[in-house]
């Protein structure tokens, strides 16, 4: 990348990122729009019960999610010698289509298996974009390259979503997904016009990125993501009834709520990249004690006008400040396997808001109420940081063995 001037580095840059405020477009949109979504899929569920509907209708963030898990590692292997930017271009192309099947799908359940499609490209687009942004940023910047792609997707959150939430309140939550379709369209001619080709590992294949899978280490720091990240997701997927039920505001007030996230993870995500370049270890554990802190003071001031939105602020920067640090960790711990690496962290990520939102609806379907998914996001950030404790201490142990051998 040696070739470029900085502006076009910087361009080819900010067209990656583009991408990435589109994936969090498709990926948070659902989270504010949950009512609508389940009012006009759901219309009986809905007027027996709308906390019952929601409930039901948070299926669909989960339909996504596990979309991401099967996707990511299956694209990943495939792709294994494809050049980058031509992957990306294909992956463009596939969320584009799942993201009008969306939109246009009449019934919930072809909803839910249109969510699952336009997810299918998401944990390798991140992998693939992270690398070619690492690439253009030079050796030793790998966490701030996943970081400027992350950085869309909190652009997304401080600016998108809450504009597209809005949108789909005012006309209608299809026409927010078309919309939304054709942001992955713009971004496909950004790429198109300013993203430079680079050519895939020289020793990658599918059966290179496939042997990531039976590495130990790659399963815990999977586990360590999936599990210890679902605490966010407990709590973001549910934001909309705690703002409108529980701290008794409006629903216009639930995009400015999303703002408030959405700034949070812009600068977690900006300072978890620099840091992690730095001190990985130190990074993971700083994290997840934070994030633990910050969805328990959730738990306690959400019915709080003003604590609501410092809260909701907190979980987010928290939470993505996680983003790049694990997504280095999984590199690290699958030499030889970079964009297997990468996309798993996005499985990893993607299970654990199956897993957020799902364990979410469970107790508000028990009648716990909207705060008692953010208890359940304390339990699985804690189970988060333990696992991350494993990680480093097994890594160390297995660092030390050659050495004993050897002596």
Avoid: C, K
């Amino acid at each position: 990348m040696n070739g470029l001037s900085r502006g076009q580095r910087l361009a080819a840059l900010a067209a990656l990122a583009l991408g990435g405020v589109a994936v969090g477009l498709t990926e948070f949109v659902a989270m504010g729009l949950l009512p609508e979504m389940a009012r006009g899929l759901l219309p009986q569920e809905y007027a027996r019960s709308s906390s019952d509907a929601v409930a039901q209708a948070g299926w669909m963030i989960t339909a996504y999610a596990l979309g991401v898990v099967v996707g990511a590692p299956l694209i990943a292997a495939l792709s294994a010698r494809l050049p980058r930017r031509r992957l990306v271009l294909g992956l463009l192309v596939l969320f584009a289509v799942g993201t009008v099947a969306s939109a246009t799908a009449p019934t919930f359940e072809l909803v839910l298996v249109a969510r699952f499609v336009a997810a299918l490209p998401h944990g390798a687009y991140f992998g693939a974009a992270g690398l070619l942004a690492a690439t253009l940023m030079g050796p030793g910047n790998e966490a701030r390259g996943f970081a400027t792609v992350l950085g869309g997707l909190t652009v997304s959150n401080v600016v998108g979503v809450p504009l597209i939430t809005r949108l789909g309140q005012a006309v209608g939550w299809r026409a927010a997904y078309l919309v939304i379709a054709g942001v992955f369209l713009l971004t496909l001619l950004a790429v198109l016009a300013v993203v430079p080709e680079v050519a895939a590992a020289a020793d990658g294949s599918p059966a290179a990125e496939l042997r990531a899978l039976r590495t130990s280490q790659v399963w815990l720091v999977a586990a360590t993501g999936a599990i210890g990240f679902a605490g966010f997701f407990a709590v973001d997927s549910y934001i909309a009834p705690v703002t409108t039920d529980v701290a008794g505001l409006s629903a216009a007030t639930v995009p400015w709520v999303l703002v408030a996230v959405g700034l949070g993870m812009t600068v977690g995500n900006a300072l978890g990249g620099w840091l992690a370049d730095r001190d990985l270890r130190r990074s993971m554990m700083i994290g997840f004690v934070a994030m633990i802190v910050s969805i328990g003071v959730f738990s306690l001031v959400a019915s709080n006008r003003v604590g609501l939105f410092v809260g909701a602020f907190l979980v987010g920067a928290t939470s993505l400040y996680l983003g790049p640090v694990l997504q280095a960790r999984l590199i690290t711990v699958a030499p030889g396997a970079q964009l297997m690496g990468a996309a798993l962290n996005q499985s990893a990520m993607n299970i654990a808001n199956s897993l957020g939102a799902a364990l979410g609806s469970v107790g508000i379907a028990a009648g716990l109420g909207y705060l008692a998914p953010a208890r359940v996001g304390l339990v699985l950030a804690v189970v988060g940081l333990g696992l991350g404790i494993v990680s480093f201490a097994a890594g160390r142990r297995r660092d030390r063995e050659p050495a004993a051998v050897a002596g």
